[in-house]
């Protein structure tokens, strides 16, 4: 049985920092591309970023410029989403996903696997 799970979310304060992390388990997950995607009240879960964990290539939104990042330990099955800078209006929910291939990789129906998010929220 595939199981993501997220950790790290948390209160910050505008400014800040903050690391989420995801493990995967229940099966190998180096043919797969792992993806971070958010949900603030009241609006669509858009794509965050996502990464390859066969390769390492990442992809990322656009609109972030570039104050995320997402790295990937193969060992643990885990990836993470390094958020630095933080804004009020990155308060969400923040959820990993995993997927094979990379088509359409901003498109949340095309992933398989959803953990069941953490909270972040930055606000002072």
């Known amino acids: 049985q595939v199981q993501l799970v997220e950790s790290g979310g948390g209160l910050v304060q505008p400014g800040g920092s903050l690391r989420l992390s995801c493990a995967a388990s229940g099966r190998t997950f180096r043919a797969y591309t792992m993806a971070w995607f958010r949900q603030a009240p009241g609006k669509e879960r858009e794509f965050v970023t996502a990464?390859?964990?066969?390769?390492?290539?990442?992809y990322s939104a656009a609109s972030l410029s570039g104050r995320f990042g997402i790295s990937r330990d193969n060992a643990k099955n885990t990836v993470y989403l390094q958020m630095n800078s933080l804004k009020p209006e990155d308060t969400a929910v923040y959820y990993c996903?995993?997927?094979?291939?990379?088509?359409?990789?901003?498109?949340?129906?095309?992933?398989?696997?959803w953990g069941q998010g953490t909270q972040v929220t930055v606000s002072s």
């Open positions: 996903a995993a997927r094979l291939g990379v088509e359409r990789i901003s498109l949340r129906h095309e992933y398989e696997y």
């Open positions: 990464i390859s964990m066969n390769d390492g290539t990442t």
